[in-house]
């Protein structure tokens, strides 16, 4: 098929009269600004409603064009009906095209080829319209979403990291590869702006739906996993604590043979990490760990997430943990030596994060040139620390022993003469619940250093880029 039988009935149309306009003009080729007039010849096709809807009329367009080409002096020296250039902004209109999904190529997306293009008159006058790549990128996607379906992927199918996460499980930080880490943080980087600016970077062909099994309570995952599955176009279905009776009313490899024949994914919030090994081992379809009582992988990719976007490159900074060497401190572990971030957790004797996962986080580091250090000194932790974390000193499924670990935990508080010994540049962080003056105060979180809402929100984003790259339908 050549590039022209892609072009749709209208962007063929345009064309058509791109070349009406070349005559007209007295031009001995079709050049950019020939495909621009052309475009806007027809009031009706896509490339039209995209410039009025960016405030840019035909007679504009014709009226800047004009002005341009008495401006210009250039001589051409093309001797095919096409010019190299234009042919090229054609080239760029069909990788437009494809990026957003489409077998064919619309006059919109040759508007895109002209921009891309640059250089050329066609985008000269655009510019000075105030036309720009990026804003009619912006301004084709939601267009294109009501035309169609089907589903943007661009960063997922280009990816090869994330590709390859397709079907698989997140137990824990260690199932990802540095390589992978980066590919889905960077993911969910693009799925927030996305997001934010009201597009859907990354959505399912067909509806999908995910199980959320719930051993303990929650508010921030079970809501962002919930809008992540509605922002990708699947639907999530809760399952409380009481419902299931994982391995007390239905075993646990059971419950797994059953979810799987209803749902393309399930995410499970236990108690026992072994839960949720036993849950992956017995079903087909992908396992998420929302939280167990050793790990919680989806909190650290939004924390790292967070990082990123007040820290940048995370590789070398340092990440300094006060309080309990839990499951989210376990994750944070974890994902600093894989991403190269130097890591401290501060803790009380006898709290330190779990050996096994510390000699695994201490073996990745060797690697990535990351530091993994326990201390039990939070004053000498935070001196040099860009981000001060802390959690609750009691996690869910130990508030028997909270009473006993507030007075353990005491010199562990991040308070504000804490905050003295570090930078003021520090940031502060909690996944989120705090339990307000125990391990963090009102003070600090509610501070100037505080990006804990900022890591909720991450969450969200976050989770969709693991939805999307585990649930590959795209
Ligand atoms: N941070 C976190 O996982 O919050 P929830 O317990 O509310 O889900
Ligand atoms: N460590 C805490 C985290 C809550 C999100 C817990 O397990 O309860």
């Known amino acids: ?71 210009a002096t250039k001589r051409r020296v093309d001797e095919g ?8 902004a054609l080239e760029l209109a069909y990788d437009e095209a494809r990026l957003l999904g489409r077998e064919d190529i619309d006059t919109e997306h040759v508007l895109l080829g002209l921009l891309r293009e640059g250089n050329s008159m066609a985008c000269r006058v655009l510019e000075s319209l105030q036309v720009n790549l990026e804003r009619a990128r912006a301004a084709v996607r939601p267009s294109r979403r009501e035309a169609t379906s089907a589903p943007i992927p661009v960063p997922l199918r280009h990816n090869p990291a994330i590709a390859g996460l397709r079907g698989r499980d997140l ?41 959320m099994v719930f051993e303990k309570p929650s508010l921030r995952t079970r809501f962002t996993f919930e809008a992540a599955m509605v922002h ?47 849950l992956a081992q017995n079903a087909q379809v992908p396992v998420i760990n929302a939280l167990s009582d050793l790990e ?33 401190a376990n994750s944070l572990m974890l994902l600093s030596a894989k991403l190269g971030t130097h890591f401290t957790i501060a803790c009380p004797p006898g709290y330190e994060p779990d050996a096994r996962i510390t000699a695994r986080a201490r073996e990745i580091a060797s690697d990535t040139g990351s530091e993994i250090t326990i201390t039990h000194d939070p004053v000498e932790a935070v001196r040099t620390a860009d981000a001060i974390y802390t959690d609750v000193w009691a996690s869910m499924g130990q508030e028997h022993e909270a009473q006993q670990r507030r007075q353990v935990f005491l010199p562990y508080q991040v308070n504000a003469e804490l905050m003295k010994k570090a930078q003021p540049s520090a940031m502060v962080m909690h996944c989120l619940p705090a339990h307000r003056g125990e391990e963090i105060t009102d003070e600090v979180i509610d501070g100037p250093q505080s990006v804990v809402f900022d890591q909720a929100e991450n969450r969200m984003h976050a989770q969709k880029a693991v939805l999307a790259a585990l649930v590959g339908d795209w």
């Open 1 to 71: 098929m050549s590039l022209y039988e892609k072009f749709t009935e209208q962007a063929q149309k345009a064309i058509g009269y791109a070349q009406d306009e070349a005559v007209r003009l007295g031009a001995s080729a079709v050049d950019t600004e020939h495909l621009l007039l052309g475009l806007v010849s027809d009031v009706t096709n896509s490339a039209s409603r995209l410039l009025h809807e960016l405030g840019v009329s035909p007679s504009r367009v014709h009226a800047e064009v004009r002005y341009q080409l008495e401006q």
């Open 81 to 88: 009906q096409v010019t190299p250039r234009a042919r090229r």
């Open 171 to 211: 137990l824990s930080i260690e199932d990802l590869s540095s390589e992978e880490c980066s590919a889905l943080l960077q993911l969910a980087a693009d799925v927030k702006k996305a997001t934010r600016a009201g597009e859907e970077l990354v959505r399912w062909r067909r509806p999908h739906l995910l199980a």
């Open 232 to 278: 990708l176009g699947g639907h999530a279905i809760y399952l409380s604590p009481s419902e299931i009776g994982l391995g007390k009313r239905e075993s646990v490899p059971d419950v797994a043979r059953n979810l799987e024949r209803w749902c393309q994914v399930v995410m499970a919030r236990v108690f026992s990490h072994q839960t949720l090994v036993e």
């Open 296 to 328: 919680h992988p989806c909190q650290a990719l939004a924390d790292f997430q967070t990082l990123i976007e007040h820290r940048g490159d995370p590789e070398g900074k340092h990440l300094v943990f006060v309080g309990d060497g839990n499951n989210v």
